[in-house]
Nanobody, 124 residues
Framework: QARLKESGGGSVQPGGSLRLTCAAS????????VAWFRQAPGKEREGVAT????????NYPASVKGRFTISSDNAKNTVYLEMNDLKPEDTAVYYC?????????????????WGQGTQVTVSS
């Protein structure tokens, strides 16, 4: 059974850092595009980072570019989201998602597999 599981969320002060982990089981991420999304209360789900299956392409929205970095470790079947200089507006539940193919997309409907999410809270 294909599964994604996020970990690494928590509470940090503004300016702090967190690294989120998305571990896949039941399938190999070698052939899958992976993205990180976030959703704050009352807001739509927003894509914050995406990486293609070959790792050749990555994409970030302006709101996180230069602060967030997506990377993958195929040997561990895991994708990471390094988040630096966190701001209160980064507070949300963060989800990882995957779907077959070598492309990048910030559209949630492009992805069939989703994790349960991990909470990130940025507050002083």
């Amino acid at each position: 059974q294909a599964r994604l599981k996020e970990s690494g969320g928590g509470s940090v002060q503004p300016g702090g850092s967190l690294r989120l982990t998305c571990a896949a089981s039941g399938f190999s991420l070698d052939y899958y595009a992976v993205a990180w999304f976030r959703q704050a209360p009352g807001k739509e789900r927003e894509g914050v980072a995406t990486i293609s299956a070959t790792e050749q392409y990555t994409n970030y929205p302006a709101s996180v570019k230069g602060r967030f970095t997506i990377s993958s470790d195929n040997a561990k079947n895991t994708v990471y989201l390094e988040m630096n200089d966190l701001k209160p507006e980064d507070t949300a539940v963060y989800y990882c998602a995957a779907d077959w193919g070598d492309w990048c997309s910030n559209r949630p409907k492009q992805y069939d597999y989703w994790g349960q999410g991990t909470q990130v809270t940025v507050s002083s």
